[in-house]
């Protein structure tokens, strides 16, 4: 029983601090979708320069320039 009354009391946080008002929920929404993309983009930007060193212009412009 203690657990699920913790469950309750962190659900009814949650629920008060972020569902309760439209207007926190949708802050809320477009503040983590954002931070998500930001994220994500970073991420796979940092696998696709990885999988691709050494072929990327930014690897080989020192060659080319004088």
């Known amino acids: 029983m203690p657990a699920a009354a913790a469950s309750s009391g962190l659900s009814r946080t949650i ?35 990885d999988a691709n060193k050494g072929k990327q212009w930014k690897d080989i412009k020192h060659k080319f320039e004088q």
């Open 15 to 49: 629920y008060n601090t972020f569902f309760r008002k439209n207007s926190v929920f949708v802050t809320t929404i477009f503040v983590s979708a954002i931070g998500f993309n930001m994220g994500f983009d970073t991420l796979t930007d940092k696998i696709w320069d």
